[in-house]
């Protein structure tokens, strides 16, 4: 029976496609979930915002539009919304609904996990490969690649990209150049952090045993690739800001970004001891792993770490104080982290490597598992829409408390103003109304202030709302 145990059961659980299945089933639970979970509940619904406005309005990719753009048109600047265009392609055949893009980044991520597993298997060896695909799976990706957010769906598209830039080195198909353009192209563009992947390539040309026609056409290829990022970020956003006047990115300088990262070193930090792996026995695998990196003869795979981590690096310095206070930003890096982990791993006996993998995979869930659930207390905000259906015109400007965050006027499928509850006060709602206002719509939940000169339209349990063009 052991013997059987060890040809049958063994290698089945050694296959990444049964874990990689297993924690797609796992991250299942809560998947028609509306954005409400407490962590980046407000970038949920900008990207579904985004999506929604395609399926109901002009489905221009090149032209994102939100709805908290007050009297504005809405259209913004934006990394390029692959991932919003296709909620809208799946809503279009399946419906609108607020979890669709959910199981898209689910599905993407999964698939986008498998090709970093066989990029690994084919540079490095099968053990890496595993251990560095189920650390990642516990990371940050565990809960991220069901979030409605382009972080892990980005960082996906690159690694299947770069797995066809490989295959081409190695076997000459032009379709699996095209593979590695369109995709790492499309990656980028989703995310431009998922560049520094791609900084990797910097050691293909020392690869002697690949065909120097086919490093020149992966060169060539991933240039184009560069031109399309450039175009986007760098010509096309500047065109829409000066003509639409909105944007949901300010880049820094470096210095700017240096001086801003300086007063908050603490969370820098912390994204990468536990935000990036959540589990502090993984980052102290990492640790171990970087000892045993530097001390390898793997030139190659140093040159290649080194060239991720610079980019990587001036990513951290352009955002600013963003990337240390919001810890989607980490999700490019993780994957690297997962894998100077496996380094140290691998020297263990195999059974205490894959106790201690046990334990980063169980403190990485554990860490985790609340975002899989919803608060009692934030569903209220799922009555809105219904609430506001026979009292406010659709196409009407409204004001909505709750501070500058999308997701009440999500909830609301109105336009308008998105305000902090220090705003709800006569002069500034003036100020508003002189803009467009027509309603405000006061979350009871959000601040003590009830009564205010305007004439109220509705009370109910969670909501007033005021009419600021009728009279009392």
Request: aromatic share 18%; with cysteine.
């Amino acid at each position: 029976m052991a013997l059987q145990f060890d040809k049958h059961v063994k290698p089945f659980f050694k296959d990444i496609r049964f874990w990689l299945l297993l924690f797609f089933v796992v991250r299942l639970i809560g998947i028609t979930n509306p954005s409400l979970e407490s962590g980046h509940n407000w970038r949920q619904s900008l990207t579904n915002m985004v999506a929604r406005n395609f399926y109901e309005d002009k489905a221009d990719i090149r032209y994102p539009t939100i709805d908290i753009a007050g009297e504005k048109s809405g259209i913004m600047t934006s990394e390029f919304p692959v991932y919003n265009y296709l909620i809208y392609g799946v809503s279009k055949l399946f419906g609108f609904n607020h979890w669709n893009g959910r199981w898209v980044n689910l599905i993407v991520s999964t698939i986008g996990l498998f090709y970093f597993h066989q990029l690994v298997v084919k540079l490095l060896n099968k053990n890496i490969a595993f251990y560095a695909t189920l650390i990642t799976l516990a990371s940050l990706w565990f809960a991220y690649s069901r979030k409605i957010m382009p972080d892990t769906f980005s960082v996906s598209l690159v690694f299947v990209g770069l797995y066809g830039g490989y295959a081409y080195l190695k076997e000459g198909k032009w379709f699996q150049l095209v593979l590695f353009f369109v995709f790492t192209t499309l990656g980028v563009l989703s995310k431009i952090p998922a560049l520094s992947l791609c900084a990797g390539l910097v050691i293909v040309p020392w690869i002697t045993s690949v065909k120097r026609a086919r490093i020149f056409h992966v060169a060539f290829a991933g240039l184009i690739g560069l031109c399309f990022v450039w175009l986007w970020y760098f010509y096309w956003l500047p065109h829409v800001y000066a003509a639409y006047d909105y944007q949901l990115f300010f880049p820094k300088t470096l210095r700017q970004g240096f001086q801003e990262i300086s007063t908050v070193l603490p969370n820098l930090f912390e994204k990468f001891y536990f935000s990036s792996l959540n589990s502090f026995v993984a980052f102290g695998c990492f640790l171990l792993g970087l000892f045993y990196v530097v001390k390898g003869r793997n030139r190659l795979l140093q040159l290649a770490l080194v060239s991720i981590s610079i980019v990587f690096a001036f990513f951290i310095l352009k955002t600013g104080s963003v990337f240390p206070t919001h810890s989607y930003y980490i999700v490019p890096f993780a994957p690297i982290m997962a894998l100077v982990a496996a380094y140290f791993l691998v020297e263990l006996p195999k059974n205490i490597g894959y106790v201690i993998l046990g334990v980063v995979v169980i403190e990485g869930i554990a860490n985790q598992q609340h975002d899989f659930f919803l608060r009692d207390s934030e569903l209220y905000k799922l009555e809105l829409e219904s609430t506001l259906e026979n009292v406010v015109p659709n196409d009407n400007l409204v004001i909505i408390n709750g501070g500058t965050t999308p997701q009440n006027m999500y909830f609301a499928h109105r336009k308008g103003w998105a305000i902090r509850n220090s705003e709800v006060n006569v002069k500034f709602v003036d100020s508003l109304h002189q803009l467009g206002a027509e309603y405000l719509i006061i979350d009871k939940h959000q601040t003590n202030v009830r009564e205010l000169q305007y004439k109220v339209v509705l009370r109910s349990e969670h909501y007033y709302v005021y009419g600021l063009s009728i009279d009392n």
